[in-house]
């Protein structure tokens, strides 16, 4: 248990660093890839609704740490990760490979979404509406998730879906 602890600590501080200095370089209409939503999927899957909770609730505080959005921020990241919760796979679950992988897209999807959706609506700069502003960036922020997911599931996660 406390080197999976570890292991999501370390990978949470890497991810919100590439997401507050390297993701923005990528945006599409204010919209960046959500590197978070990524690994808050992989926790919600792994470990359970909790454990995405509260990756996504610190996961938004270190980016608002350095963002200056802290308390939008933390409230997006912790709802992102109950959305992302309901994707979980039971230790005991006899779920294949292919399983594993659909569930990790549609949790790292559904968790960016939800999580610029509650952005959405707790900030407007450009006076739009909010429902505009919703299904524009909920979905261009789900579509840069999944891709993200895509990649990093291929490059770098090869082992962590075995039968």
């Keep these: 248990m406390k080197a999976t602890t570890f292991r999501i600590a370390a990978?949470?501080?890497?991810?919100?660093?590439?997401?507050?200095?390297?993701?923005?370089?990528?945006?599409?209409l204010h919209v960046s890839p959500d590197a978070i939503a990524v690994l808050v999927g992989f926790t919600a899957i792994s470990?359970?609704?909790?454990?995405?909770?509260?990756?996504?609730?610190?996961?938004?505080?270190?980016?608002?740490?350095?963002?200056?959005?802290?308390?939008?921020?933390?409230?997006?990241?912790?709802?992102?990760?109950?959305?992302a919760g309901l994707f979980?796979?039971?230790?005991?679950?006899?779920?294949?490979?292919?399983?594993?992988?659909?569930?990790?897209?549609l949790a790292s999807t559904l968790c960016s979404f939800t999580s610029h959706a509650i952005m959405?609506?707790?900030?407007?700069?450009?006076?739009l509406s909010p429902a505009y502003r919703i299904l524009v960036m909920g979905t261009i922020a789900a579509i840069f998730a999944l891709l993200l997911a895509i990649a990093v599931r291929f490059l770098f996660m090869k082992k962590s879906f075995a039968d």
């Design 120 to 127: 959405a609506i707790g900030s407007n700069p450009l006076a």
């Design 88 to 105: 979980q796979i039971p230790e005991e679950s006899h779920a294949t490979r292919n399983v594993k992988t659909r569930r990790f897209f």
């Design 11 to 28: 990978l949470l501080v890497l991810a919100t660093i590439m997401q507050v200095f390297l993701m923005p370089r990528l945006s599409i």
């Design 47 to 83: 470990s359970g609704r909790n454990t995405s909770m509260l990756t996504g609730f610190l996961g938004g505080m270190l980016t608002g740490l350095l963002s200056g959005q802290i308390g939008l921020l933390m409230l997006a990241g912790t709802g992102g990760g109950l959305m």
